[in-house]
């Protein structure tokens, strides 16, 4: 009896869970009057749910116009394909409902869950309820094309959007996403509250364009995958995209691959709106750096405005808990009664605060005013680092900080002469750089063997340029090695010649995640301009039959991971030179040799994050040699991106002596 009884109940519910995942049809009726007018308010499920695929009958009630609808919890999740938005609705999603992207689905690479594109009025309401992708199968490269913007929520041009309660996880992007439709148009009067934004691809949130945007008691934690990987990220595109009247407040970012929050505003110049940030009661935990701002500091100069921390904590991140990058006179950074503990407790050189400049920084670094900030910090440091790698200096940093060791508490004023004791700026002399304009260049050497032209050790990132020594006639070939940076994606990247006459030659594209055979006939006789920029990610030429050099006439040669040998010439009569290296920020190291024509060591650094010059003066009459700039693995820090700078000297570096290209006069 009681094995029967048994046997009865598990066949009930194996009925009722049957009758639960069944589809079910739509309700004709509640349809039919969401159409008409008389019913303002209906649940998803009227228009039918499918377990299997449940894209047609949430898209429909979503289209219906409906201005309430609620999506009901079932039996199992909504299981859909990316699903459209519509203007001047309320979605309620009930508590316990899992909106579930189809797996298999999503192989665009802009695939996402939910989109609302040039719309208006819609409110998502979900307490309880998870937006959920497949983070696993989108990082398989088997399976998914990479890709960093299969978001779980992506907002773009639109207005008078809110959002409430939910949690986005595992997406193959973002959880949400702030970007534009309509080109210049930017998204207005957004409201995020009590979001939950959890184990997302690259961003927890992204704010591409925003103005009116209050996030509020949100957690963005646990982004890794794809760079930044930070917890929130305000990175405009372009300088008509809008950064205004952003206020965060009282959220917790913890446990992200990247910095807590980033703004990375440098696409901004002078020419855009004044941006206006303000974090309130926000709190940093584990992140690997907690706050960084950086703005341009190019020559298309920065916007002007105000970024602002109150009340805000940066705790334990791995690096620094705050990072400034911008010029002084444009924007100020202000941080009022912000702590930041335990930052970087496993890296001395790193400082709890770090103001840096870049490459190509054209005015000092500053605008940064510090209110009674408590720096808690277990390691003999200073509590401030400047790294310097833009050959410019400080100005207008000022405040009080409240300096906490060993249970004993020091205020201290920002006055310049604490600042010049914690910041040092390297002085360097000032070598400028050897002006080639107009000047024609020639092979160093008539006859040079393919193997001397073998340039597989420089890895260019972001500055993709070479020369090429070619005779009318050669039947010239190389080879390009164009692979990922981390998970970066990649397109064709077209390889550019320009002759000596100026004729433009375009004999190839580089083929992303491939070596490309790159051929051609010579028409002319000289040096050829050779352009291949693989962005983000990573490029080199090999197995060239003619010499190819890098070209950094047009300022910092930028690299990856490129240990070897660079070779450049002096022109006889050159009295003094500079060649400068450096790393990126305060992360990334190089080690360097300076080494004269008679193989001698003249000098060298290691682990050189910030940037180092080597100096050299000649003897009056020193006829035209050949160096050696020798780069290495750093012995103790991470290796990764790096620069070289030639001053005094023609900025041309070759693979060996035999190959070099220098001035013809």
């Known amino acids: 009896m009681y094995k029967s009884t048994v046997a009865l109940a598990i066949l009930l519910s194996l009925l009722v869970a049957s009758i639960c995942s069944a589809q079910i049809a739509p309700d004709q009726q509640i349809i039919d009057g969401v159409a008409a007018g008389t019913i303002q308010e209906a649940k998803a499920s009227a228009w039918g749910f499918d377990p299997e695929d449940s894209t047609a009958q949430l898209q429909a009630a979503i289209d219906s116009g409906v201005p309430k609808l609620i999506v009901d919890k079932m039996a199992g999740p909504w299981i859909v394909t990316p699903l459209t938005l519509v203007s001047d609705q309320d979605i309620l999603f009930e508590e316990g409902v899992e909106l579930l992207a189809k797996r298999g689905e999503y192989l665009s690479k802009n695939a996402t869950l939910v989109t609302a594109s040039n719309k208006e009025n819609i409110t998502l309401t979900g307490y309880g309820a998870t937006f959920r992708m497949w ?32 949690t986005l996880t595992e997406s193959g992007g973002d959880g ?19 979001v939950v934004c959890d184990k997302n691809y690259r961003q927890g949130i992204s704010v591409i364009t925003a103005e009116n945007l209050f996030i509020e008691s949100c957690t963005l934690t646990n982004t890794g995958g794809t760079a930044p990987m930070a917890g929130i990220d305000f990175e405009p595109n372009k300088p008509g995209e809008r950064v205004v009247n952003c206020v965060m407040r009282d959220c917790i970012i913890g446990g992200n691959s990247g910095n807590g929050i ?15 940030l303000r974090f309130e009661n ?109 050959d410019v200096g400080i100005e207008d940093v ?120 790159i051929s051609f006939t010579a028409p002319e006789t000289g040096v050829y301009d050779l352009v291949a920029d693989p962005g983000a990610n990573r490029l080199r030429i090999t197995q060239s039959t003619n010499p190819i050099n890098l070209d950094g006439r047009g300022g910092t040669v930028g690299l990856i991971g490129s240990a070897g040998d660079y070779y450049f010439w002096v022109p006889a009569g050159t009295r003094e030179f500079g060649a400068r290296v450096c790393g990126e920020g305060a992360g990334e190291s190089v080690a360097a040799k300076l080494i004269n024509p008679a193989g001698e060591i003249v000098a060298e650094v290691d682990n050189c994050f910030e940037t180092y010059q080597f100096e050299v003066e000649l003897p009056e009459g020193t006829e035209g040699q050949v160096w050696l700039l020798k780069i290495q693995k750093p012995s103790a820090m991470p290796w990764e991106d790096h620069y070289m700078d030639l001053r005094g000297v023609p900025p041309i570096l070759s693979p060996t002596p035999e ?5 013809a006069q």
């Open 135 to 166: 983070q696993e199968d989108y990082d398989n490269p088997a399976k998914y094309d990479r890709a960093e913007w299969r978001h779980c929520l992506s907002i773009r041009s639109s207005s008078n959007i809110e959002v409430y309660g939910l």
């Open 176 to 194: 949400i996403y702030l970007g534009t439709a309509i080109a210049g148009v930017t998204n207005k009067d957004i409201i995020i509250k009590d």
């Open 262 to 276: 980033v703004m990375y505003l440098r696409p901004l110049d002078a020419t855009s709106v004044d941006i206006s």
């Open 282 to 390: 926000c709190v940093c935990t584990g992140d690997r750096g907690a706050a960084r701002v950086t703005l341009n500091e190019g020559a298309a100069g920065a916007p002007d405005g105000l970024v602002e921390f109150v009340d805000c904590v940066f705790q334990d991140a791995y690096g620094s808990g705050i990072q400034v990058s911008k010029p002084a006179d444009r924007s100020r950074v202000r941080f009022v009664n912000c702590s930041v503990i335990n930052p970087a407790a496993g890296a001395v050189a790193i400082a709890p605060i770090m103001l840096l400049s870049r490459q190509g920084a054209v005015s000092p670094v500053g605008g940064v005013e510090f209110v009674d900030c408590v720096v808690s910090d277990t390691l003999d440091r200073n509590p401030i680092k400047y790294v310097n790698a833009g």
């Open 398 to 517: 000022t405040g009080t900080l409240i300096i906490e060791k060993d249970g004993q508490r020091e205020t201290v004023a920002l006055t310049e002469e604490v600042l010049a004791e914690w910041m040092p700026v390297m002085e360097w002399k000032d070598i400028p750089h050897l002006d080639l304009e107009g000047v024609a260049l020639k092979p160093m050497n008539a006859d040079v063997p393919a193997d001397a032209c073998n340039f597989g050790q420089a890895r260019v990132r972001r500055t993709g340029a070479f020369l090429l020594s070619a005779t009318e006639g050669d039947e010239v070939s190389f080879t390009v090695h164009y692979f990922q940076v981390g998970k970066y994606g990649g397109k064709p990247v077209p390889v550019v010649l320009t002759t000596p006459s100026g004729a433009e030659l375009r004999p190839g594209e580089a083929i992303f995640l491939e070596n490309t055979e």
């Open 659 to 663: 190959a070099l290209i220098i001035p």
